[in-house]
Each structure stands twice: as C-alpha cells, then as structure tokens.
C-alpha cells in the first residue's frame, strides 16, 4: 500500500502545469566496499490557488538499510485545503497520515481545522501561520527488550483531542539562494508530535535546484525502547514543477 500512495501522488505531478504548480525532490545514497548502506528520501508537494481558495496536498518517504537490515521505513500524505475571508486570513481543514516502521507508532492520522494567516507575503519573504485543533487516531507497536527479546510492553490503538500549530517560513537571501523552514506540532494528553524541516536550496537552472536539508522529529511519548527524537540529514535535487 504504501508504495502504490506515493506512485500516486508522483503520477499526480504530471497534469501540473498551468493550474497546479509545485516541488519534488529526492536523494539517493549508495555505499558498498567495507560497509553495504542504501538510502533514499523523496517529497512532493503541489498546489492549486483561486482567489478564494488554496489546496496543497503531498507526500515523502524515507527508506535506509544496511548490512544488518532496515534503519528506517517512513512514509506519510498529507493535505489541506484554505479558504481567504480576507486578504491575509483563512481558515483551513487539513488531514496528515503517516507510517514509521522506527518510530514505535504504528501509524499516526490526523484531521483539523482552525484558522491561518499570511503574516508576511512580499516577493523576497512568506511567512505563513496556522492554529487549530483537530481528532488523532494512532496505534503504538510492541515494544521487546533489546537484550532478552521479552515484551516490555503491547502495543495499542486509541484517538484524542489535539491542538494543533503551523509555521512555514520561504525566504530569498538572494536570486538564486532561498531558506525555507516548516514546522508543525500536534499536542494531545497522551502524546505531543513535533516536526521541522530546515532548507538551504540553491537554484542551479530555472526549474532545478540543490537542497541541503535538516529535520527534527518528536514524539514525547512513545513506546518502551523507542526514542523521542529523530534527526535527518539530507542532500537533495529539487525540481519546479511549473
């Protein structure tokens, strides 16, 4: 399932040209000699905006192995859809899905809605903000210990209330160079996910680009044996879609 997701939403790219607009990207690793290690990260996201209305709607995923096995096995979809009752505010319904094999949660989904606002929108700065609060459903893994293989602890679906904040950031230090940071926290009783996404892309022709990437991300409660924090590091091709 996971993989047919992702095909779609890269099949979706294909009509986006006058009314859909956007950006794909990925990265690729590949070592082998004293040490076998594989990974591969990619992102898409598109948009189409009216006068009225805005909708987004992506995805990424994350795979990396080495000669143990898999180190990671992340997917995730995403989507929202804005609509302007002025210039600069707007309220918005959005819904997050994800799957992470290493991150002690099964699975993770997410519907909200709340309100948002562009607080800067010039030609060099975007700053855009959202608040709201919304319903997530998730199931937690089993948990084992590391050294005797006994189960510390049963994994378990629930849902609750979560609140729910956004703050995307797409600044041009010059014509060719751009920081682009996206951040977002869910926060609910039983536990807190947070995630951001810093980009330094510096454009090399009109529609492809080079991404030096850094993400945080952050459960406060996971599972037995599982970590709160994940970091990635990544070095990515960047393509317009126009």
Same mark, same amino acid.
């Given at each position: 399932?996971?993989? @047919? ?14 009314? @859909? ?53 992340? @997917? ?6 804005? @609509? ?159």
């Amino acid at each position: 399932m996971r993989r @047919w997701v992702f095909a779609a939403l890269v099949a979706a790219a294909a009509p986006a040209h006058a009314d @859909w607009t956007g950006k794909g990207e990925a990265g690729l690793v590949f070592a082998s000699g004293n040490t076998d290690t594989e990974t591969a990260n990619a992102k898409l996201q598109l948009t189409h905006e009216s006068d009225s209305w805005k909708n987004t709607l992506g995805g990424a995923a994350l795979y990396a192995s080495d000669e143990e096995g898999k180190t990671a096995n992340r @997917w995730e979809v995403f989507g929202q859809t804005d @609509w302007k009752f002025t210039q600069r505010n707007f309220l918005f319904g959005a819904g997050r899905y994800e799957e992470d094999e290493f991150s002690g949660f099964e699975y993770q989904a997410t519907a909200s809605y709340g309100i948002g606002r562009r607080f800067f929108d010039t030609p060099t700065t975007k700053m855009i903000g959202t608040l709201g609060a919304g319903y997530k459903f998730f199931e937690t893994r089993d948990s084992f210990d590391e050294e005797t293989g006994v189960l510390i602890e049963e994994g378990d679906s629930d849902s609750e209330v979560v609140f729910r904040g956004t703050l995307d950031l797409d600044h041009q230090f010059t014509a060719t160079t751009n920081l682009i940071n996206k951040f977002i926290v869910e926060s609910g009783a039983d536990n807190t996910f947070v995630q951001n996404d810093l980009s330094l892309q510096v454009k090399m022709t009109d529609v492809l680009a080079l991404a030096l990437g850094y993400s945080v991300r952050y459960n406060s409660n996971p599972p037995a044996e599982f970590e709160e924090t994940d970091t990635l590091t990544t070095i990515n091709l960047v393509y317009d879609i126009k």
